[in-house]
């Protein structure tokens, strides 16, 4: 760094603390830094998988989960909701498990558009499907051995998958609506809902032939034959597991659950699991006696990008946006999955006085929201994998897409004005605005940059980071970056660019899946007034709080 550049550099860092006071509206001084930092509480408790999905109760009696961004199968006890990982990543990621007439098990790699497949738990894994984006649900015919997969959200389409993997999948139809989880019946047509629809359907998989049983869901998600005549629907939307008789189509809401049900298991004594991926949650229902019984859960998904202020924490929660209190650890819910329709699978929030900005590299859109209303009041659609978005008071909005490694001004009538304020950045991940007025973001090539607001070339604060992802300002001037790689969070002392250990052997790092970016779920870290510093754990999926020691 040139002397001139590191003088300024360090006048503004011992400017920082009395910015900070001025910029509070108060008399007291703001927190010193520590010497020392204590380790990390949970504020908010660790949780089984990264979103739950599809279940499958097996010949062994085994209750498996399945989850798309933990890239992983799980086993859940039904006696004690303990979970463990079944088949690990990435192999094992899994949106929907089926589970053969002789044991045999078969799953789907949504986001890789591959059918797993494997005899027995001894017995070599082997892909009997690929290139269908999107391959969503699965389930044999228990008389015949034959094997179904249908694509949604990213394809729409039905096919029969060959289990000796030696010809290609036949298609038996497209275009349907979205058949999302279904089974196939004793009669060897297929029983599921129509996602786009309000639906649910049996389709003849020998000519495609399809029939409606019921309509008027929100967003029926999954369906399971009962082998007593009924059919039992989760719909995602309105959270109510439904029971309908296919003699009549009849439906009787049984049980009212929380948003974002994703999928169901009957067991052979009856019971009814259901799956909520809003809060990795798996619940067991007793349809005989109407009792729910949570097996397992958390109060949070997955969570990510984090901001503060105030007492509230702020997480973009990939299947929901939540607002923690920081007083208590007490998760409420802003938007959650399906039940709002506009959230996008957020991956890092953004703070301004008025407005929240949510992130999806996902979706590559950014969606703005009133803090006062909690509505939405727009979306940016169009972006290239934007990772973080800051919310400016002028009405603009600053996007870091690592597709394109530049950060960009977004304004004007739908955000269609662009200007790159910086370019070549190798993989930015996470920003924020100084108290000095610049824009400090983390590269994922191992820096942290400082970028005029006006626009120009980078300055490197600090190099040789470890995949530095979330990012924060103290109020004593320097930033915490949480080095997923390493595992670690370090404060950096922008005057020099000297590190210091702030926690290690922290539960961050979750690995992404072949063909995803690797910053895969970007390690979100927020700062609390007190001095305070938290972080988002992908791989147990809780909230740590890790005070100053003075």
């Known amino acids: 760094m040139p002397m001139s550049m590191r003088r300024r550099t360090a006048a503004f860092a011992l400017a920082v603390p009395a910015l900070f006071a001025a910029l509070a509206g108060c008399s007291t001084a703001p927190p010193t830094r520590p010497a020392a930092w204590s380790a990390p509480e949970a504020l908010v408790q660790p949780s089984a998988f990264a979103g739950v999905h599809g279940l499958a109760v097996d010949g062994q009696g085994r209750l498996l989960a399945g989850s798309v961004v933990g890239n992983s199968m799980w086993e859940v006890d039904r006696r004690t909701g303990q979970a463990r990982v079944f088949i690990p990543a990435p192999e094992g990621q899994?949106?929907?498990?089926?589970?053969g007439p002789r044991g045999e098990l078969a799953w789907t790699n949504y986001l890789m558009g591959m059918l797993r497949y494997r005899e027995s738990d001894g017995a070599p894994m082997r892909v009997l499907a690929k290139d269908l984006p999107g391959l969503n649900s699965v389930d044999f015919d228990r008389r015949s051995g034959k094997l179904y997969a249908s694509q949604v959200f990213l394809g729409d389409a039905l096919w029969e998958i060959d289990r000796a993997g030696q010809l290609p999948p036949r298609l038996i139809k497209k275009d349907m609506g979205g058949f999302n989880g279904f089974e196939v019946g004793p009669d060897g047509w297929l029983y599921?809902?129509?996602?786009?629809?309000?639906?649910?359907?049996?389709?003849?998989?020998?000519?495609?032939?399809?029939?409606?049983?019921?309509?008027?869901?929100?967003?029926?998600?999954?369906?399971?034959?009962?082998?007593k005549g009924n059919l039992w629907v989760v719909d995602a939307r309105s959270g109510e597991l439904v029971r309908v008789e296919l003699a009549t189509g009849r439906k009787t809401v049984a049980k009212q659950l929380t948003p974002s049900l994703d999928n169901l298991a009957i067991a052979p004594d009856g019971t009814i699991y259901v799956s909520n991926m809003a809060n990795n949650a798996v619940d067991a229902f007793n349809p005989a006696t109407g009792e729910l019984r949570r097996l397992t859960g958390g109060a949070v998904a997955v969570p990510a990008g984090m901001k503060a202020e105030g007492d509230r924490l702020w997480v973009a929660d990939v299947f929901g946006f939540r607002e923690v209190d920081l007083k208590n650890g007490a998760v409420s819910d802003i938007f959650r999955m399906q039940r709002e329709p506009e959230l996008e699978y957020p991956f890092a929030v953004g703070l301004s006085k008025t407005r929240f900005a949510l992130s999806s590299w996902f979706t590559g859109t950014v969606q703005l929201v009133d803090r006062a209303t909690r509505k939405t009041t727009a979306v940016i659609h169009g972006l290239k994998a934007p990772y973080d978005a800051i919310p400016l008071e002028d009405g603009s909005v600053l996007v870091a897409e690592i597709a394109t490694g530049s950060i960009t001004r977004a304004s004007g009538d739908q955000f269609a004005t662009r200007q790159v304020l910086a370019s070549g950045i190798q993989g930015p991940v996470q920003m924020v605005l100084g108290a000095d007025g610049a824009v400090y973001v983390t590269e994922a090539a191992g820096r942290l940059l400082r970028v005029p607001l006006a626009g120009g070339a980078p300055v490197a604060v600090a190099q040789g980071l470890a995949m530095p992802e979330g990012l924060a300002q103290t109020p004593?001037?320097?930033?915490?970056?949480?080095?997923?790689?390493?595992?670690?969070?370090?404060?950096?002392?922008?005057?020099?660019?000297?590190?210091?250990?702030?926690?290690?052997?922290?539960?961050?790092?979750?690995?992404?899946?072949?063909g995803l970016p690797p910053p895969y779920v970007p390690t979100g870290v927020a700062m609390g007034a007190d001095g305070s510093v938290y972080v988002s754990a992908d791989l147990n999926n809780a909230i740590y709080r890790i005070r100053p020691a003075r």
Request: hydrophobic share 50%.
């Open 476 to 514: 004593w001037g320097s930033f915490i970056v949480a080095e997923s790689a390493a595992r670690r969070l370090v404060e950096i002392d922008p005057a020099d660019g000297s590190k210091r250990t702030v926690a290690e052997n922290l539960p961050i790092g979750l690995a992404a899946g072949p």
């Open 192 to 227: 599921g809902p129509l996602w786009f629809k309000g639906q649910v359907v049996k389709i003849n998989p020998a000519n495609g032939d399809m029939t409606v049983i019921a309509g008027g869901f929100q967003i029926p998600a999954a369906a399971n034959l009962d082998g």
């Open 94 to 99: 899994a949106d929907d498990i089926a589970v």
